[in-house]
């Protein structure tokens, strides 16, 4: 029975196996993409509507000589971190004190659990009413998306580490100060790893929104510009931008979490 | 020796629940005062709230008092107003959810069984995975216009991933053995995905659902916000135009509250189509 299974799936993937392994990933990508050319170059398809690859490629090459992409981007990049700097710090903070502290945790959890509930992005009009379009009222919405992953992961990070431990650093003696930095901080990093990533995830979304609410610099503005200039190759410049940024800064945060994490048995295996 | 045992017994029988009273009077007053706790500091900041903005000491343009704001929602319920604009809303989130998860759940299912299927299309479907969800927006409304079309794709576009990826996870995570069993019970291939695959992944398919729900309410807000003639979030909008900040207050907090409700709907109806399983009874009491 088991080798009939095992003979069916083998024909199954007959055709498959001639394929390289690593390669299987890109077969279906590569095949769209040329039907989207040729489609595009045969002209079934509208250019304003839907431009071909080759001239997706083209524009963001010419974008890119030209500088003014380059210059959207700093922009972008550094409202997206000075949001994510503040926000991440303050939940971090505020995450270390309702975790270390009962007393905190019994009184500000509650509150802090209660605004999580509104969606983020429906504060941005009333953002736009008390501080106006400009860069502070951007970075105040992107770090308030920041806070929140981050506070809940620290939080549960600190009360997850193991109480045997506690009772260790106890026969050790540690003082409160020993036991935050040598104990509960390594024991909460992963959680505290993954607060980052996410914040980042969110920081990089409330930006894109951000940005198309209403701006005069970053990559949004130049999506939002290029749409209402009907230039659908500029959107699709500014997309996969937003999607290869996105997709780097959680690669990084994953780079430092397995260096940082290297010493943990269960991550290895 | 004896006598004193029984005596020992005879007492403790009529003590034991008296105690146990006791305890459970103890774990409610702990749980009371944590909750009075939790709410005093949303309660203080509501009552610091209302007394300055009633002296004067805040501007009522920019930050009216709680108690206004209360008002504006009762008018505007009274009105009828509030209640058709989030049946709009309502009824595009469903609709984008639906189709969105629908579709997920599909795709995951596929993905799932088809070892072939997952080599070939997983990765691309995780590729489109990394573009951020609401920077697609744009290219929706040059697409397909303002209206209701982008918006409702745009929600299903959100809804897709997170029921994709759960319910992909779930079946992938069905116990190997259960299979054997399957397989010496002699299921049918209907069988096995009616009575194995789909109940053993059901936690993780709610948890799509959820997911998904999240975040059909999170591109709702933003299609709306960016440009609609109707529901909650051109209530918004429009009242920020014309600095109404009492409506903008009452529009966030009824996408709060639906959020909240949604959620909670999906929980509840979780925790009852769960209850046979194992280990679910003892994690979530609260």
């Known amino acids: 029975m088991k080798s009939e299974i095992a003979a069916r799936k083998a024909a199954g993937q007959d055709w498959l196996r001639a394929v390289p392994g690593p390669l299987h990933a890109w077969l279906v990508p590569i095949a769209i993409v040329a039907l989207w050319q040729i489609a595009g170059g045969l002209g079934w398809i509208s250019a304003t509507l839907l431009p071909t690859p080759l001239t997706i490629a083209k524009q963001f090459v010419s974008l890119g000589l030209s500088g003014e992409l380059w210059e959207h981007f700093q922009i972008s990049i550094l409202r997206a971190l000075s949001g994510f700097v503040l926000g991440g710090l303050t939940g971090l903070a505020l995450g270390l004190s309702t975790g270390l502290g009962k007393m905190a945790e019994r009184t500000l959890d509650p509150s802090l659990q209660m605004l999580r509930t509104v969606p983020l992005l429906s504060l941005i009009p009333l953002f736009i009413l008390w501080f106006g379009i400009g860069e502070f009222s951007k970075i105040l919405m992107i770090s308030l998306g920041a806070f929140f992953p981050m506070y809940v992961n620290t939080f549960l990070g600190i009360r997850s580490v193991d109480v045997k431990l506690y009772d260790v650093s106890r026969i050790f003696q540690y003082s409160k100060l020993q036991l935050v930095i040598r104990l509960i901080i390594p024991a909460a990093l992963p959680n505290i790893l993954l607060g980052i990533r996410l914040s980042l995830g969110v920081s990089w979304l409330v930006l894109v929104v951000a940005e198309m609410m209403g701006t005069s610099a970053g990559i949004g503005y130049m999506i939002q510009d290029a749409r209402a200039y009907s230039q659908t190759d500029i959107v699709f410049v500014g ?3 937003f999607a ?7 690669s990084v945060v994953r780079l430092l979490e397995s260096k940082l994490l290297r010493w943990r048995e269960t991550y290895k295996g | 020796m004896l006598q004193e045992g029984i005596s020992k017994g005879a007492v403790a029988i009529p003590a034991e629940p008296m105690r146990r009273q006791k305890r459970i009077d103890r774990r409610f007053l702990i749980k009371f005062t ?30 009216p008092t709680p108690l206004a704001i209360w008002n504006e929602l009762v008018h505007l319920t009274s009105t009828g107003e509030l209640i058709q604009h989030l049946g ?5 989130a469903l609709l984008g959810f639906l189709l969105g998860g629908s579709l997920g759940l599909a795709a995951g299912i596929w993905v799932g069984f088809s070892y072939k299927a997952e080599r070939l299309v997983d990765p691309s479907l995780q590729m489109l995975r990394t573009l951020p969800h609401l920077a697609i ?6 697409w397909f216009g303002f209206g209701e079309t982008s918006k409702i794709l745009l929600i299903a576009k959100g809804s897709f991933f997170p029921l994709y990826v759960n319910t992909f996870l779930g079946i992938r995570s069905v116990d190997n053995r259960l299979f054997d069993v399957a397989r010496v019970l002699q299921f049918s291939r209907w069988d096995l995905i009616l009575r194995l695959i789909v109940p053993a992944s059901l936690p993780n398919i709610f948890l799509g659902i959820r997911l998904s729900i999240g975040v059909a309410w999170l591109g709702l807000v933003v299609a709306e916000l960016m440009g609609s003639s109707s529901g909650i979030g051109y209530i918004i909008n429009d009242a920020r135009s014309f600095s109404w900040t009492t409506v903008v207050f009452v529009g966030i907090i009824v996408f709060a509250l639906v959020g909240k409700l ?11 189509l769960l209850r046979w399983q194992d280990s679910y009874k003892g994690g979530d009491k609260s």
């Open chain 2, 262 to 272: 949604s959620d909670s709907l999906v929980k509840w109806l979780e925790g009852r």
């Open chain 2, 34 to 63: 944590n909750a009075l706790i939790g709410w005093m500091v949303p309660l203080v900041i509501v009552m610091v709230w209302q007394a300055a903005g009633a002296l004067g000491w805040l501007n009522p343009i920019l930050l």
């Open chain 1, 244 to 250: 290869i940024v996105g997709k780097l800064s959680d």
């Open chain 2, 88 to 92: 709009i809303s309502s009824w595009r």
């Open chain 1, 239 to 241: 997309i996969i931008i």
């Open chain 2, 137 to 142: 927006a744009p290219l929706f409304i040059l």
